[in-house]
C-alpha cells in the first residue's frame, strides 16, 4: 500500500471537550512522519498477529489501518515503512489526511451548538445566518484551537459593531446588579455572567454557559469569545434573564484552509482574508483563506 505524505507536515493533535478527555493520535508515528520529507510516498507492509492481513491485501487507508493497529496494541502489529522515490502529491489525498487528523472540536460542532442556543437563547435561526457568508472578510480571532486549522472569530461587520456596543454596555451596567450565585444553583446549562480575561484590555464581565461542575469548580463556555474555562462556582453571578439574550453570539467557528494556529499571539489580533465555503462535515464552520 502506497500512502502520500501532505504538502504540510503532520503534528500530533487532540480534540478537546468540556469533560476533560482528551484523545491523542498516536504520538510516536506521527512524530516519526513529522521528522520525514514532505512530498514522500511510504510503502508501508505490515504482519499481524490476527489471521486477517492487513495492509497491501485488504486496501486498508492509513487512518484505518492506525485505527486497526491502536484496536490490537502496537504490541501485536509491526510495521515496516519504507521510503519510494519522490512523486506528485495527490490533493485529493492530502484533503483527505487532512481532515482525518484534525477532527472538529466538540464546542464546535453543529450538535453541541444547537443545545446551546436552544438553552441560552430559545433561538436557532443563527446557524441558518452565519453558513452562508462568503468573499473577503475581516475577522478578529477570539479563540484558537492550538495546532490546528480551528479558530473563533468575530465576522468584523456593521452590525457587529452595533451588537457589541448594545451588549457590553448593557453588561457592564448590569455587573453590579446582579447578585453572585449559590452554589446549589450552579448547575449544567446555567446561564451567568463570569470575568472573562481580554489580554492587555484586562477583564470585563461577559456571558457564559455551565457545561459541566466538579465539586466547588465549574466548566463554562464564554459564548461570545468561543472560550471554555474553569473556573470557580463562587465566582458566578445571575444573568438568567432574557434580556441578555436577544443578541446572538458575537463569534462563530472557522477553520483555516490551507494552515494551522500554533500561536495564542493570533488571539485578539485581526485576520484579513476570504471566506471561501463551508465544512462539509458542519456547513457553519467556514473555511477561510488568509491573504499574504
Not at 478537546?16 to 514522500?40: E, H, N, R
Not at 490490537?72 to 519504507?82: C, D, L, P, S
Not at 480551528?150 to 456593521?158: G, K, L, P, R, V
Amino acid at each position: 500500500m502506497e500512502v502520500r505524505l501532505p504538502t504540510q507536515p503532520l503534528r500530533q493533535q487532540r480534540a478537546p471537550c468540556y469533560c476533560q478527555f482528551w484523545f491523542v493520535v498516536s504520538t510516536d508515528i506521527l512524530a516519526w512522519m513529522a521528522s520525514l520529507p514532505l512530498g514522500k510516498v511510504l510503502t508501508l507492509h505490515y504482519t499481524s498477529s490476527d489471521t486477517t492481513p492487513i495492509g497491501r491485501e485488504t486496501g486498508l487507508s492509513l487512518c484505518e489501518v492506525l485505527e486497526k493497529a491502536s484496536g490490537e496494541g502496537f504490541g501485536k502489529t509491526a510495521a515496516i515503512i519504507q521510503l519510494a522515490p519522490d512523486a506528485p502529491v495527490d490533493l485529493c489525498e492530502t484533503e483527505k489526511l487532512r481532515a482525518a487528523f484534525f477532527a472538529v472540536p466538540l464546542e464546535m460542532r453543529g450538535s453541541f451548538l444547537v443545545l446551546l442556543l436552544r438553552e441560552c437563547f430559545r433561538d436557532l435561526s443563527w446557524l441558518a445566518l452565519i453558513h452562508s457568508v462568503r468573499g473577503e472578510a475581516g475577522l478578529l480571532v477570539t479563540s484558537i484551537v492550538p495546532k490546528t486549522p480551528f479558530f473563533w472569530a468575530m465576522h468584523i461587520t456593521e452590525a457587529l459593531h452595533q451588537n457589541m456596543q448594545v451588549l457590553f454596555s448593557t453588561l457592564a451596567q448590569a455587573e453590579e446588579q446582579q447578585p453572585y450565585l449559590e452554589g446549589s444553583a450552579v448547575t449544567r446549562g446555567t446561564r451567568c455572567l463570569a470575568e472573562y480575561h481580554l489580554g492587555d484590555y484586562g477583564h470585563a464581565w461577559n456571558r457564559c454557559w455551565v457545561l459541566d461542575r466538579v465539586d466547588t469548580w465549574a466548566v463554562v463556555m464564554f459564548i461570545d469569545f468561543g472560550q471554555l474555562a474553569t473556573i470557580p462556582v463562587q465566582s458566578l453571578r445571575s444573568l438568567d434573564s432574557d434580556n441578555f439574550w436577544t443578541i446572538p453570539p458575537l463569534t462563530q467557528p472557522f477553520m483555516l484552509e490551507k494552515h494551522i494556529l500554533s500561536s495564542y499571539e493570533v488571539v485578539h489580533r485581526i485576520l484579513k482574508g476570504k471566506i471561501t465555503g463551508a465544512l462539509n462535515s458542519e456547513l457553519h464552520i467556514l473555511k477561510f483563506e488568509e491573504s499574504k
